[in-house]
């Protein structure tokens, strides 16, 4: 794999306890808005993360690499672990007095039951591609210095750190396999277009969701808050417009954007708080 850190290594889930009881309502710089938008997230990624998987699978049999096959083992395991740890976010969520069951049900419905049954193999491994890029920048804007993780309340802090440390250490794992089987610059481009209107899509409904059952936060409020966050972390510019900017370009490879480093000590971190 020309394009990874020398030091990569083999890419492992990680078995992680976390104590998401007494979570607090409002965990992102205890605001509705800035929670709301997390919490978009967290229901959106376990179906995501299992279709990435089913993605993948689907190609491993035209793998020869034996580091790539490696690699992508390792990606399901870590796959399928941050879907169940989002999961449990659910109940934290239901147990708050969301009705987060019917967005839900649309979003299964609308994505995987329908989009992914009547899209070919090839784009879906092609979305996985771009969605994986996403995430990493996501995960690279959490963990950085100052990053969003310093006002996320400290027990949502553990898991998002440790989700955001993995999908640095596996953002590759898709697009080597999408660049070994189906090197189209066309199908990279179909991807991203159809993961970016998907994302944007889903994301901005399950927050909008949420903020409708957010009894006395008027619009004037929202959109005080929204813009508020917005100034402190502007996700169109920072995610999508770098994204696309990024994927764009011919030559893109996740690894052009070294930041395993950034991984590393977030591992560290972890272990030194279980020790």
Same mark, same amino acid.
């Given at each position: 794999?020309?394009?990874?850190?020398?030091?990569?290594?083999?890419?492992?889930?990680?078995?992680?306890?976390?104590?998401?009881?007494?979570?607090?309502?409002?965990?992102?710089?205890?605001?509705? =808005?800035?929670?709301?938008?997390?919490?978009?997230?967290?229901?959106?990624?376990?179906? !995501?993360?299992?279709?990435?998987?089913?993605?993948?699978?689907?190609?491993?049999?035209?793998?020869?690499?034996?580091?790539?096959?490696?690699?992508?083992?390792?990606?399901?395991?870590?796959?399928?672990?941050?879907?169940?740890?989002?999961?449990?976010?659910?109940?934290?969520?239901? !147990?708050?007095?969301?009705?987060?069951? /019917?967005?839900?049900?649309?979003?299964?419905?609308?994505?995987?039951?329908?989009?992914?049954?009547?899209?070919?193999?090839?784009?879906?491994?092609?979305?996985?591609?771009?969605?994986?890029?996403? /995430?990493?920048?996501?995960?690279?804007?959490?963990?950085?210095?100052?990053?969003?993780?310093?006002? =996320?309340?400290?027990?949502?802090?553990?898991?998002? $750190?440790?989700?955001?440390?993995?999908?640095?250490?596996?953002?590759?794992?898709?697009?080597?396999?999408?660049?070994?089987?189906?090197?189209?610059?066309?199908?990279?481009?179909? !991807?991203?277009?159809?993961? /970016?209107?998907?994302?944007?899509?889903?994301?901005?409904?399950?927050?909008?969701?949420?903020?409708?059952?957010?009894?006395?936060?008027?619009?004037?409020?929202? !959109?005080?808050?929204?813009?508020?966050?917005?100034?402190?972390?502007?996700?169109?510019? $920072?995610?999508?417009? $770098?994204?696309?900017?990024?994927?764009?370009?011919?030559?893109?490879?996740?690894?052009?954007?070294?930041?395993?480093?950034?991984?590393?000590?977030?591992?560290?971190?972890?272990?030194?708080?279980?020790?």
């Amino acid at each position: 794999m020309p394009h990874a850190p020398a030091d990569l290594g083999p890419i492992k889930p990680r078995a992680m306890d976390f104590d998401l009881d007494d979570m607090p309502r409002y965990w992102m710089a205890g605001l509705p =808005v800035s929670t709301a938008i997390g919490n978009a997230l967290h229901l959106i990624f376990p179906m !995501g993360e299992r279709f990435f998987v089913r993605a993948v699978r689907h190609y491993m049999s035209e793998i020869e690499d034996p580091t790539l096959r490696e690699q992508i083992r390792g990606f399901f395991g870590q796959e399928g672990r941050h879907a169940h740890e989002h999961e449990r976010v659910f109940e934290t969520l239901r !147990g708050q007095g969301y009705d987060i069951d /019917t967005f839900l049900r649309v979003y299964k419905r609308v994505a995987f039951d329908l989009i992914e049954r009547i899209s070919p193999p090839a784009l879906r491994l092609s979305v996985t591609a771009a969605l994986e890029h996403y /995430t990493a920048i996501m995960a690279e804007g959490a963990l950085a210095s100052e990053g969003t993780l310093e006002m =996320v309340h400290p027990k949502m802090q553990r898991l998002l $750190r440790w989700h955001a440390a993995e999908e640095i250490e596996h953002k590759a794992v898709a697009f080597d396999l999408l660049k070994q089987v189906r090197p189209s610059y066309a199908l990279r481009m179909a !991807g991203m277009a159809l993961a /970016t209107t998907l994302l944007g899509a889903f994301w901005f409904a399950g927050a909008a969701m949420l903020l409708r059952q957010e009894k006395g936060l008027g619009l004037r409020e929202i !959109g005080r808050q929204l813009r508020a966050t917005q100034r402190r972390e502007p996700i169109i510019r $920072r995610v999508f417009l $770098r994204g696309l900017r990024e994927y764009l370009r011919p030559s893109f490879h996740p690894w052009d954007n070294d930041n395993l480093e950034l991984a590393r000590r977030s591992f560290q971190m972890l272990a030194d708080e279980a020790a």
